[in-house]
């Protein structure tokens, strides 16, 4: 996988995150994913576990966690920067708040890596997890290392 690999984030929630920033701006907006260098007990790291899973590989069914979260934030964050909007003129977007809406979007994807169940994992992947069967969660490693960060 090359080093500075980004997931691009969804058209909308990016074009209501410019009409909230022309509001008033102290900070630009935020990014989610993966941003620290984490990696498994063995020495992998856990971005490249993260694409194998997004994308699939020749060994590893296509598993697309950060989509699917990236879709299910949609309707929240539209919802909570339209709020946003709505609010009166003097509304300064703050870094808190976009710190706010990056740990939304970050929840989301937190989640999608927890719910997702299809396609499952092989009878002897479930075995070498010790009968965990959760396809994204095995140490939780992979579900901590979605972040947001907020881009000044």
């Known amino acids: ?7 691009k984030g969804n058209k909308k929630i990016e074009a209501r995150l410019k009409k909230l ?11 989610v994913g993966f941003f620290k260098q984490s990696v498994y007990p063995d020495g992998t790291l856990v971005t490249s576990v993260a694409f194998w899973n997004e994308f699939g590989t020749k060994f590893v069914p296509e598993r697309p ?11 929240p964050l539209i919802k909570l920067i339209d709020k946003l909007l709505n609010e009166n003129d003097s ?7 976009v710190s706010l809406l990056g740990q939304l979007h970050a ?11 299809d396609p499952p994992n092989a009878v ?6 010790g ?8 140490t939780g490693e ?3 290392s979605v972040i947001s960060k907020v881009v000044e």
């Not at 996988?1 to 997931?7: A, N, R, S, V």
């Open 131 to 138: 009968g965990k069967s959760n396809p994204l969660i095995d």
């Open 91 to 97: 509304y300064v977007l703050s870094k808190e708040s």
């Open 142 to 144: 992979m579900r901590r």
């Open 124 to 129: 002897s992947t479930i075995d070498a997890k």
């Open 21 to 31: 920033a022309s509001v008033r701006q102290v900070v630009k907006g935020y990014d």
């Open 107 to 117: 929840s989301q994807i937190q989640k999608s890596i927890v719910d997702l169940r």
């Open 65 to 75: 966690f950060f989509r699917t979260g990236n879709k299910k934030a949609e309707k």
């Open 1 to 7: 996988m090359p080093k500075g690999l980004e997931f």
